[in-house]
């Protein structure tokens, strides 16, 4: 059960219910809309994170999968199963996404780079120089930026999910059944990074 209860229609602000109306029902949306101020915003910029963007939806779809990893977000996990699919992702890359395994020979050197640097924006402060060189081989500056924004908006995405316990709706726990991605699977004691990161 979330852990807030769905915020009273009528504190809603008239033009927060209008925005709000013109999508799906999403129990994430109900959240968001206990901060009527914000809530137009923040999907705004899921909005632009989606249509503006110079980085390839491909790396896009990664960027998130790394991020929810390390979140351990299977909200967002299970969303992005059949979008990272559409976007070329395969099966085996998932898997090494889920496992902490970024550093695995077996993906292209392009993905390596993204997960990697994706993976290093959850796990701490800074990237090494070492993993900014390497994205910045496939990257421009603006990529670079547009990927931490992915990172900052799918962290506090997942945090909003885990912490508020957002439940799936029917439709994402059906997603879920089918390919076998959920948080819950992974040990306890396996640092999200997969490289003995606290935070």
Same mark, same amino acid.
């Given at each position: 059960m979330t852990r807030l209860r769905d915020p009273d229609p009528n504190d809603i602000p008239e033009e927060v219910a209008?925005?709000?109306?013109?999508?799906?029902?999403?129990?994430?949306?109900?959240?968001?809309?206990?901060?009527p101020s914000t809530v137009q915003p923040f999907i705004g910029l899921a909005q632009a994170l989606y249509t503006t963007l110079e980085l390839p939806v491909r790396a896009r779809e990664l960027v998130?999968?790394? &991020?929810?990893e390390? %979140?351990?977000?299977?909200?967002?996990?299970?969303?992005? #199963?059949? $979008?990272?699919?559409?976007? !070329?992702v395969d099966d085996a890359t998932r898997e090494l996404i889920k496992n902490g395994d970024h550093a695995n020979p077996a993906l292209p050197k392009h993905d390596?780079?993204?997960i990697q640097f994706a993976a290093e924006v959850?796990?701490?402060?800074?990237?090494?120089?070492? &993993?900014?060189?390497? %994205?910045?081989?496939?990257?421009?500056?603006?990529?670079? #930026?547009? $990927?931490?924004?992915?990172? !900052?908006?799918?962290w506090t995405?997942?945090?909003?999910?885990?912490?508020l316990d957002v439940q799936l709706t029917?439709?994402?726990?059906?997603?879920?059944?089918?390919?076998?991605?959920?948080?819950?699977?992974?040990?306890?004691?396996?640092?999200?990074?997969?490289?003995?990161?606290?935070?």
């Open positions: 209008r925005f709000l109306a013109d999508f799906p029902p999403d129990p994430m949306f109900k959240m968001l809309a206990h901060s998130i999968l790394t &991020v929810a390390g %979140a351990r977000c299977d909200f967002v996990l299970t969303q992005h #199963v059949p $979008l990272s699919r559409n976007a !070329g390596r780079a993204v959850v796990a701490g402060s800074r990237v090494s120089d070492e &993993v900014f060189a390497a %994205a910045g081989e496939f990257l421009s500056a603006r990529e670079l #930026v547009e $990927l931490l924004h992915l990172c !900052g908006y799918y995405f997942s945090r909003l999910c885990t912490v029917r439709m994402y726990a059906e997603l879920r059944g089918a390919d076998g991605w959920t948080g819950a699977e992974r040990p306890a004691d396996r640092p999200p990074s997969g490289r003995g990161a606290t935070r």
